[in-house]
């Protein structure tokens, strides 16, 4: 490569695995959390599971580490200035943090942060500066590869290529540096993941259906984001029951994959995304992910989808045109999907722009950062309470009071019961609630269920720390139950629930 290599003596791991047996996550003055002290919003726990083949213990323990992880990392950047080389996350769990450095003075300043520290010959502002190079100097159909991006963990641009000969000359022609552009034969063909019939997210026009980003506002306007290639500025869209939604007020495509719509008075945007199951996850902010940390992907197509961010910066070329500063990842999609949710933890990432493969055989997936977009149209993205982040201590719960219905009993450790013993019947939509009350020292969780022939599916879920939860859930008329379940210990409960 060019003079790269893995600082070997002094500078092992000092940011620890968050271990199934309480481990602390980072060196430092922070409060240790074990795994199961921390829990990830709705549905995320099984996406991840499922997706990135995980255990339940092992994923509550990688997001617990990336939530520490980013800290660490935003500090040693700024620390570092103009000499940061990139980061990423490693390990099962996500229990290495690499920080790269073009200066080798830096090298204890990164280990005594809690990272294992690289050193290498290009800042990240420096390979920044090839890829848009590359991006003006190298056409964007034929032999100019379909996506270009930048690689940080090897400290290059890689250029994905069909036709890997042709590309090689080409970079060539315009003069780049052979020695840190690397082209790469890929059968990778990215589409863009709209105009596809039938769904429930929003359409535009009479065929083309796409999928809600974020929630925002400007000024006193609601709305939300979604991917450019959706519509035009003065586009008219429709809900997910054909009913006028609203318009788009700004589109940029190609070179951006963004847009944001501002909906009509009859509809209330949510600081929240889908889950895929029926309920929602919280939206808290949006900060920006790590390289190699896990990240959510939710559509009208494919509903909740799962995998890890691989690279920052990449270009991509469609038939429709160019794409720059997209994210790429392990995320599958599928045409409708575009202008979807990509949501790490609680915190917002971006919108899905297109990719190739499917969710049967797996795929490859791009977003575009939401931060961008916020900034382009001076938007705010909308944001509700975040995930409790580990180590802080929750607050008091609150009294169970103003609910109807009341059930009692008691759950030896991993029992579980549905209350009502049956189920009850909820004849209009509208909200759920319960409270969960039980003993000190024990783990209860709460989920609500709702019968869909065959089978009760989970639509709403309480996984906090102790053994008080609450639901609040707005659903379709139907039949439903709670379930109550002990994680660990043995407690008498009360659970006090409210239907529509």
């Given at each position: 490569m060019f003079g790269r290599h893995a600082v070997a003596t002094g500078c092992v791991l000092a940011v620890t695995a968050l271990t199934l047996t309480g481990v602390p996550a980072a060196a430092g003055p922070r409060v240790p959390v074990t795994a199961s002290a921390w829990k990830p919003p709705s549905g995320m726990l099984e996406a991840l599971q499922r997706d990135l083949g995980l255990t339940r213990e092992q994923v509550r323990a990688r997001l617990a580490n990336e939530i520490r992880m980013s800290g660490v990392e935003a500090d040693l950047r700024e620390a570092l200035g103009d000499r940061f080389g990139g980061s990423w996350l490693m390990g099962t769990v996500s229990q290495t943090l690499v920080v790269a450095t073009t200066d080798p003075a830096d090298l204890p300043t990164i280990v005594a942060a809690g990272a294992r520290a690289e050193l290498v010959k290009r800042s990240l502002t420096e390979l920044a500066g090839l890829i848009s190079d590359l991006n003006v100097d190298l056409p964007g159909k034929g032999g100019g590869g379909d996506v270009r991006f930048v690689d940080a963990r090897n400290n290059r641009i890689v250029i994905l290529s069909k036709s890997p000969l042709a590309t090689e000359d080409l970079v060539e022609a315009v003069g780049a540096d052979s020695s840190v552009v690397k082209v790469v034969p890929s059968?990778?063909?990215?589409?863009?993941?709209?105009?596809?019939?039938?769904?429930?997210?929003?359409?535009?026009?009479?065929?083309?259906?796409?999928?809600?980003?974020?929630?925002?506002?400007?000024?006193?306007?609601?709305?939300?984001?979604?991917?450019?290639?959706?519509?035009?500025?003065?586009?008219?869209?429709?809900?997910?029951?054909?009913?006028?939604?609203?318009?788009?007020?700004?589109?940029?495509?190609?070179?951006?994959?963004?847009?944001?719509?501002?909906?009509?008075?009859?509809?209330?945007?949510?600081?929240?995304?889908?889950?895929?199951?029926?309920?929602?996850?919280?939206?808290?902010?949006?900060?920006?992910?790590?390289?190699?940390?896990?990240?959510?992907?939710?559509?009208?197509?494919?509903?909740?989808?799962?995998?890890?961010?691989?690279?920052?910066?990449?270009?991509?070329?469609?038939?429709?045109?160019?794409?720059?500063?997209?994210?790429?990842?392990?995320?599958?999609?599928?045409?409708?999907?575009?202008?979807?949710?990509?949501?790490?933890?609680?915190?917002?990432?971006?919108?899905?722009?297109?990719?190739?493969?499917?969710?049967?055989?797996?795929?490859?997936?791009?977003?575009?950062?939401?931060?961008?977009?916020?900034?382009?149209?001076?938007?705010?993205?909308?944001?509700?309470?975040?995930?409790?982040?580990?180590?802080?201590?929750?607050?008091?719960?609150?009294?169970?009071?103003?609910?109807?219905?009341?059930?009692?009993?008691?759950?030896?450790?991993?029992?579980?019961?549905?209350?009502?013993?049956?189920?009850?019947?909820?004849?209009?939509?509208?909200?759920?609630?319960?409270?969960?009350?039980?003993?000190?020292?024990?783990?209860?969780?709460?989920?609500?269920?709702?019968?869909?022939?065959?089978?009760?599916?989970?639509?709403?879920?309480?996984?906090?720390?102790?053994?008080?939860?609450?639901?609040?859930y707005t659903g379709p008329p139907g039949f439903y139950r709670y379930r109550v379940v002990s994680v660990s210990g043995s407690s008498p409960y009360t659970l006090k629930a409210k239907a529509p």
């Open positions: 059968t990778e063909r990215p589409r863009l993941l709209s105009d596809v019939q039938g769904g429930d997210a929003y359409y535009v026009g009479v065929a083309s259906r796409c999928s809600v980003g974020f929630s925002v506002t400007r000024g006193t306007q609601a709305g939300f984001v979604s991917a450019g290639h959706c519509g035009k500025t003065g586009d008219a869209t429709t809900g997910f029951n054909r009913v006028p939604l609203g318009i788009f007020r700004a589109s940029s495509f190609p070179e951006n994959d963004y847009a944001w719509v501002a909906v009509n008075a009859g509809w209330t945007p949510k600081p929240v995304v889908s889950n895929g199951a029926g309920g929602t996850v919280p939206v808290a902010g949006s900060r920006p992910a790590l390289e190699g940390a896990s990240v959510c992907r939710s559509g009208s197509t494919t509903d909740w989808h799962c995998g890890l961010i691989r690279q920052f910066n990449a270009s991509v070329t469609y038939p429709q045109g160019t794409i720059h500063g997209l994210t790429r990842t392990s995320v599958c999609a599928e045409p409708g999907d575009s202008g979807g949710s990509f949501i790490s933890v609680d915190q917002a990432q971006g919108v899905t722009s297109g990719g190739s493969g499917n969710c049967a055989t797996g795929g490859v997936t791009y977003f575009q950062p939401i931060n961008e977009i916020l900034t382009a149209y001076d938007l705010t993205l909308l944001t509700g309470d975040a995930t409790t982040p580990p180590g802080t201590v929750p607050p008091a719960p609150t009294v169970c009071t103003g609910y109807p219905k009341t059930y009692t009993g008691t759950l030896n450790n991993g029992q579980s019961v549905s209350q009502p013993s049956r189920y009850y019947r909820a004849a209009v939509a509208g909200m759920h609630s319960a409270c969960l009350d039980g003993g000190d020292g024990v783990d209860f969780d709460l989920y609500l269920q709702r019968w869909r022939r065959p089978n009760w599916v989970t639509v709403a879920t309480s996984e906090g720390a102790g053994s008080d939860e609450r639901i609040s």
